[in-house]
C-alpha cells in the first residue's frame, strides 16, 4: 500500500542542488524533496510520499487527511517513524478508544 500523508510547509531551502522542505505533519516535522511540486512555498500543504512531495492540497483537506490517518494509528507510524502527535482537539479527550469492528488484534 502507498501512503501520502499531508504536510505544511515550514520552509524551502536548497540542499545539494535539490529544492528541500521542512515539512510540518501536524507537530512532527520532516524534511522532504520539493523538486516534483515546483509552486509549493512556506504555508502551503503538500502530500508527502516517501521523502517526496508529490502534489499540492487545500489546508482543509490536509485537516480531514491527518485526523483520519490520526485514527489510523500504526499505518502512519510506519510511514514517518513515529506516531503523529495528537491534534489540539484530541490532546484534551484522552487516548482514542478503538471503535467496534476495527478488526486489530
Given at each position: 500500500m502507498c501512503l501520502g500523508i499531508p504536510g505544511r510547509v515550514i520552509d524551502v531551502h536548497?540542499?545539494?542542488?535539490l529544492r528541500m522542505g521542512t515539512i510540518?505533519?501536524?507537530g512532527l516535522r520532516r524534511e522532504?524533496?520539493?523538486?516534483?511540486?515546483p509552486t509549493a512555498a512556506?504555508?502551503?500543504?503538500?502530500?508527502v510520499h516517501v521523502g517526496f512531495a508529490i502534489t499540492t492540497v487545500h489546508e482543509?483537506?490536509?485537516r480531514?487527511?491527518?485526523?483520519?490517518?490520526?485514527?489510523m494509528g500504526d499505518v502512519v507510524e510506519g510511514e514517518l517513524g513515529e506516531p503523529l502527535p495528537?491534534?489540539?482537539?484530541?490532546?484534551?479527550?484522552?487516548?482514542?478508544?478503538?471503535?467496534?469492528?476495527?478488526?486489530?488484534?
Open positions: 536548497q540542499d545539494e542542488g510540518d505533519f501536524g522532504a524533496c520539493l523538486t516534483y511540486t512556506s504555508g502551503d500543504y503538500v502530500i482543509a483537506e490536509a480531514r487527511t491527518l485526523e483520519v490517518l490520526r485514527a495528537p491534534s489540539d482537539q484530541r490532546a484534551h479527550e484522552g487516548p482514542a478508544q478503538p471503535r467496534r469492528g476495527a478488526g486489530r488484534p
